[in-house]
């Protein structure tokens, strides 16, 4: 008979781990399985300063502790992609790439990918100038103008960083404010070398071989404008990678959950940014995944 986990956790990103943590405390017997390197997006963020008790620490050392606290309780991860989930009522299962798990309960903390944009160009010029990684990315562009699409926070926190490399950050944004804290905004309209593109759209990016600029055109005046740029980087939403489940989601793919941060089907648990909610962040992430694995723990004693 198949090994059977109490919990299966899917995705090794905060709300994963965070997940991860409270179960092993709960005395779940627990398996966290993240496809690539734990972290999620969050490893790829320069600086984070708004989560609590810590006012600045990089994403990537963020990560590393969260990793070696989840790993202190002695969470189980495997690199390995899911494939699919499969509710046998009592049992889940959990087919990956490589093998399957049996499971009582299920954590879908599997976040999101940056939306692209679907302009001409794009696809084309993805690492040769097209990035959705300034933290990956930037160096390549030191002393050379760049583009920004977005206007979120994820978009003006990249801008702020690029500036410290690039001659210039061009932000093009569809509206005409931003939408992301306050004082990211005034670090942002304070420095020299961003500008910003306002009430625009990126229609296409151009060169031969590499990124040479960006047609934008303006939604109000439908007046088009030519900028000459090396890089454009991408902040326009994100996508949940959540098409390995078939449960309830919303119109752009995100989980709907209940109260208990229960799917539509009983036993399977959404945490993180793959979950339909008014804020995806860090402190977020965390709370969703110290939920769920609190509301899967209850569901194991209810189900006895």
Not at 86 to 100: H, P
Not at 145 to 156: I, P, Q
Not at 166 to 192: C, D, G, M, W
Not at 249 to 271: H, M, N, P, W, Y
């Amino acid at each position: 008979m198949p090994e059977i986990y109490d919990l299966v956790i899917v995705g090794g990103g905060p709300a994963g781990l965070t997940a991860g943590i409270y179960a092993m405390r709960g005395g779940l017997k627990a398996l966290l399985i993240e496809k690539l390197a734990p972290g999620g997006q969050i490893a790829l963020t320069e600086i984070v300063e708004n989560y609590p008790g810590l006012p600045e620490i990089s994403g990537a050392e963020l990560t590393r502790l969260m990793e070696e606290h989840a790993k202190k309780f002695g969470v189980t991860i495997v690199n390995e992609e899911v494939m699919r989930i499969e509710d046998e009522g009592s049992s889940k299962v959990v087919k990956t790439n490589d093998k399957d798990y049996m499971a009582r309960t299920v954590i879908v903390a599997s976040g999101a990918k940056p939306r692209k944009l679907g302009v001409k160009g794009e696809e084309k010029f993805v690492g040769r100038g097209v990035s959705f990684c300034a933290i990956c990315d930037g160096r390549f562009f030191q002393n050379k103008d760049v583009c920004v699409v977005g206007g979120g926070d994820s978009a003006v926190q990249e801008a702020l960083y690029l500036s410290k490399l690039a001659r210039k950050v061009y932000v093009v944004h569809r509206r005409s404010q931003l939408r992301t804290e306050k004082i990211t905004q005034e670090r942002a309209f304070s420095n020299p070398r961003i500008q910003f593109v306002w009430d625009s759209i990126v229609e296409e990016v151009a060169g031969e071989n590499k990124v040479e600029s960006v047609l934008t055109r303006n939604v109000k005046s439908n007046k088009e404008r030519r900028i000459s740029v090396d890089g454009v980087f991408i902040y326009v939403g994100n996508v949940p990678n959540t098409d390995f489940i078939d449960v309830r989601k919303d119109e752009s793919k995100f989980i709907i959950t209940s109260d208990r941060l229960e799917t539509s089907i009983r036993g399977i648990f959404a945490a993180g940014d793959c979950r339909a909610k008014p804020l995806r962040q860090v402190a977020t992430a965390v709370g969703d995944g110290a939920l769920a694995a609190f509301h899967a723990e209850r569901f194991i004693e209810e189900s006895k």
